[in-house]
């Protein structure tokens, strides 16, 4: 019964100790949790009310519409600051200490209240709500309206919602702050499984004492019946008695089971029926030996055992005498001393391992004096062994462990052994760190201390590199990362520096990257001043790692072939490519001190600094493309209208804008391809970026459409602007032959924030546009006549060819019975119909050879841009038709319309016969001219395929009266 109680009260014990632990937790968990969300709805609330303030309140327009008393204003921009954050309730502007206008929910504001001097806005709690108040500014938030300011009601609810699914109170005084005169307070709840669990402990507390308290029941019997059992049955010792000389009397289970009986076997008999042979003489003659003596009697004596086994037994004898002097019986015991003497063996064995091992040993006495040393330790030490043996501990080791040599033994005897490290005295004087391996023990009653020293001195340099190895692989995965972390090169050059300065062993080291041609060293360390800031990638160590992205270990720079030798003092080197932007080089005054694992750290961190700068540099390149227009590389459409927003309202007044468009774009590009309206494009924005200021934004606002914004300018300095630009593009045409650059513009001005930029854009555009229309004739003219200048050039019409067109061409329309006005525009057919070769590139016009199936392609398209080209042109417009069609085929396989027979006009067929009959009776670039009459006789044979057979005879006739 005792038991039982001693196990319930043990378990309530621990069962109580188990809940206040819990409790403890679960109030930590709470109290955690408390501060938490306490701490994140007082960021969300400050956040909130920041965000409001410069959304809304620090804003040059929300400023004017309160001193213009604009209400409508401020409502719309209220009701949107509660339509986009629902953690706000209602806001109130106070103009003036007034109430002005209101949105949301209402509530009880503050009178008369004042924000501090250092603050645009306060968190405030007011009663059960928890205001926010805050300045209206301008957008500088230099000014700010007098005893005028925003109140917000903030839906502290709704922030705690966000944060956590507990049940909690708020009060002024009880809970974690979140505000001043607000508290937040969990309310703390127990879990089932808590319940669950302090059950559970109670349960197993009490299982577990009750099992305790058995087990050590039943151990207490057993642990009584084995002592009994081991002073009566396992006394190795073998013991008997003697009743008289050869009478055996009560011997022990050891001695019975020597011999292999039972002890009751023996008890009692006659020696001569146990023993036999020695065993039996050497037992009778011992045993007389004693009763005649009257003596301990102790020998030794080989016996086998019941196993065959020889045995070695040290018999000790001893008399029991009476008072009368007799003896009463003999008492014998016999220790088996086999095994210690093979164990003494053994030692011996293993002295002669100690004094030939590699590592130091000695035999230490408890006050350190060194009774042995082997050999190994003689020779690390210097010593001869009598010198050593005539030593104390603390002569070979200095340190405070063999100082203290009580205290060391005292340690070692509680502890058993221990090891430590320490350095070893040799008897030059040189000391070596050595592994100390003690270990205490008994030997023959006397105590001994056992030590094993090994020299340790490789595998602390070892220990040493391996240590300085880590050491670098963690410096350089720092550097990696901060590496990412770096937005700005010159970030990146100073990281580089500063890591190579941990990873690497040098005298001094840089970093340099390509400018034109030459590499710039942008970041270093312990520069001389003799050393050049700039080398050229034709010279030198640096030059030849750039060219070649190769690194290079150099242990002698002086003798290194190509080096600059700017400075002799340096010997080692390492040079390492940062990829194709630059090189590293690190430098030392010893020679070969850089190795593999050098080379591999630093390329590693080059390869780190490599992946940085193409970051930082893409990501600014991206940035920069992103506002910028990639062909002319003025800013964007994009850019120029968030400009426009930026400035609207600003005190940048007056704003102009200048709205500016290539006249006759898409005729160029028609014509002479794309690449040469790009060239005009480009050209037209730097004539653009040389006249304007580079305050002013100057953008490409669509395809052939650039927009300049002019701040604080008024109209008549635009205006004059405008004038130096149309002056420049005169003297560009001037100096520059082909297609005229030719520029329509339009300006307009915006003298305050009454009119919108927008407007003043749509003013300028209208402006130019009505610029182009009173432009657009002449510029078309001008364009065209420059292109037949173009065609001239290209030795198109050019030589007679025009001529002898325009004469057969007359001819054989007066024969086809053609009208006045038909043979006029014939004529003029005849000389312009291959316009639209200005747009084909001379490499094609001119090839001696066939022409590729793309080529061909491209030469088949100079019907249309012909007909485009005199389409433009009032002069050319009445033969553009024919240009467009003078390529077609009697028998529909021309181009580019592939009509056929008299569907092509009459003037198209007489050209197409006249035009073949010219190219093969002149030299052409692809082929030699022929003879009149295979000329006539080949267009004889394409008469009805090609061409007209009815001109072809009319052509035959006029060719054949010629030759007569």
Not at 20 to 36: C, D, G, L, Q, W
Not at 559 to 578: C, M
Request: charged fraction near 30%; aromatic fraction near 8%; hydrophobic fraction near 40%.
């Amino acid at each position: 019964m005792k038991n039982r109680l001693i196990s319930l009260f043990l378990a309530a014990i621990a069962t109580v100790f188990a809940a206040v632990i819990i409790f403890a937790m679960t109030e930590v968990r709470y109290s955690k949790i408390e501060n938490h969300i306490a701490n994140s709805a007082r960021i969300i609330t400050e956040n909130n009310a920041k965000t409001a303030f410069l959304g809304y309140f620090h804003w040059d327009s929300m400023y004017e519409a309160l001193e213009s008393g604009d209400a409508d204003f401020v409502i719309y921009n209220l009701e949107d600051l509660l339509k986009n954050n629902s953690l706000i309730e209602g806001v109130v502007v106070v103009y003036r200490n007034e109430e002005f206008v209101s949105a949301g929910e209402s509530f009880q504001t503050l009178r008369d209240h004042t924000i501090g001097a250092s603050a645009f806005y306060e968190i405030i709690p007011s009663g059960e709500d928890l205001l926010a108040t805050m300045r209206v500014t301008d957008s500088a938030g230099l000014e700010s309206l007098k005893d005028s300011y925003a109140i917000l009601k903030l839906n502290l609810d709704e922030i705690l919602r966000l944060l956590t699914t507990e049940d909690y109170r708020l009060s002024s005084v009880e809970g974690t702050s979140v505000f001043e005169g607000i508290s937040l307070s969990i309310i703390r709840k127990w879990s089932p499984a808590n319940y669950a669990t302090v059950s559970l402990v109670f349960l197993m507390s009490l299982s577990f004492t009750m099992i305790v308290q058995r087990l050590e029941g039943k151990r207490s019997i057993a642990s009584k019946n084995n002592e009994m059992l081991l002073l009566l049955n396992h006394i190795p010792t073998l013991i008997w008695y003697f009743k008289d000389s050869e009478t055996f009397g009560i011997v022990n289970k050891s001695f019975a089971e020597f011999f292999g009986m039972r002890p009751e076997d023996i008890e009692g008999r006659k020696i001569r029926e146990i023993f036999s042979g020695e065993d039996l003489s050497t037992s009778i003659e011992t045993n007389k030996l004693v009763f005649a003596g009257k003596e301990e009697h102790i020998y030794e004596q080989d016996t086998r055992n019941s196993k065959g086994e020889l045995r070695t037994l040290i018999v000790t004898k001893t008399p029991e005498i009476d008072e009368n002097g007799n003896i009463k019986s003999v008492v014998c015991s016999a220790c088996d001393v086999t095994d210690e003497r093979k164990a003494l063996r053994r030692i011996e064995l293993i002295q002669f391992g100690l004094d030939n091992a590699n590592d130091e040993a000695f035999w230490i006495a408890p006050d350190g004096s060194i009774l042995y040393a082997n050999s190994a330790a003689c020779k690390s030490l210097g010593y001869s062994r009598e010198e050593i043996t005539a030593m104390k501990v603390n002569d070979l080791d200095k340190s405070l462990e063999a100082d203290d040599r009580k205290s060391s033994w005292e340690r070692l005897k509680s502890n058993g052994k221990d090891n430590f490290e320490a350095y070893h005295l040799r008897k030059d004087g040189s000391t070596f760190p050595v592994e100390i391996n003690r270990n205490y023990f008994k030997y023959d009653g006397r105590e001994y201390e056992f030590t094993f020293a090994r020299d340790i001195s490789d595998r602390l340099k070892s220990f040493e590199i391996l240590e300085r190895d880590k050491f670098r692989i963690e410096r350089l995965h720092e550097a990696a990362l901060n590496l990412e972390r770096c937005s700005e090169l010159q970030s990146v050059y100073d990281l580089v520096i500063e890591a190579a300065k941990e990873i690497l062993e040098f005298d001094i080291c840089f970093i340099c990257v390509r400018e034109e041609e030459n590499l710039v060293i942008k970041a270093s360390s312990n520069l001389n001043p003799r050393d050049p800031l700039e080398m050229s990638i034709d010279k030198g160590i640096v030059g030849r790692t750039y060219r070649e992205k190769k690194s290079y270990v150099i242990d002698d720079i002086q003798e290194f072939p190509g080096a600059l030798r700017t400075n002799d003092i340096y010997r080692a080197g390492l040079s390492v490519p940062v990829g194709d932007v630059g090189v590293f080089q690190a430098m030392s005054v010893k020679k070969a001190i850089f190795g593999e694992q050098e080379l591999r750290l630093a390329e590693l961190l080059m390869s780190h600094a490599r992946e940085a700068i193409v970051r930082i540099e893409t990501e600014k390149r991206m940035n920069y493309m992103s506002l910028h227009d990639k062909l002319t590389d003025l800013y964007n459409r994009l850019y120029f209208e968030e400009e426009l927003k930026r400035l609207e309202g600003s005190r940048f007044y007056p704003i102009s804008i200048v709205s500016a468009d290539i006249d006759g774009l898409k005729l160029i590009n028609d014509t002479m391809g794309h690449s040469r309206g790009d060239q005009i494009l480009i050209e037209l924005s730097q004539i653009l970026r040389s006249c304007f200021r580079k305050t002013d934004v100057v953008a490409r606002f669509g395809g052939d459409e650039f927009a300049i914004i002019l701040i604080k300018t008024d109209e008549e300095i635009t205006e004059k602007i405008a004038l130096r630009v149309r002056k420049i593009v005169e003297k560009f045409n001037m100096n520059n032959s082909g297609p005229p650059l030719s520029v329509s513009m339009g300006i307009a001005t915006s003298n305050g924030p009454e009119q919108e930029l927008v407007e003043t854009l749509k003013q300028a555009d209208d402006l130019m546009y009505r610029d182009k229309l009173y432009r657009s004739s002449s510029v078309r003219s001008q364009m065209v006549n420059t292109l037949l200048v173009t065609l001239a050039e290209k030795d198109q019409i050019s030589g007679g060819h025009a001529k002898r067109l325009q004469k057969l061409c007359l001819e054989l329309g007066r024969r086809a019975r053609l009208s006045t006005r038909q043979l006029s525009d014939l004529a003029l057919f005849a000389q312009v119909h291959d316009l639209g070769k200005v747009g084909i590139p001379d490499s094609i016009l001119f090839k001696p050879g066939p022409l590729t199936a793309d080529e061909w392609r491209i030469m088949k398209l100079h019907p249309e841009k012909g007909y485009r080209i005199a389409i433009s042109s009032p002069d050319l417009s009445s033969v553009a038709d024919l240009i467009l069609k003078h390529h077609e085929r009697w028998d529909g396989r021309g181009y580019p319309l592939g009509i056929s027979g008299e569907d092509i006009p009459i003037e198209c067929r007489i050209l197409s016969i006249v035009d073949a009959f010219d190219a093969m009776t002149n030299d052409r670039p692809y082929s030699r001219a022929i003879s009149k009459e295979e000329a006539v006789e080949e267009i004889v044979n394409c008469s009805g395929t090609q061409f007209d057979p009815k001109l072809v005879q009319m052509f035959k006739s006029i060719v054949s009266n010629e030759l007569v």
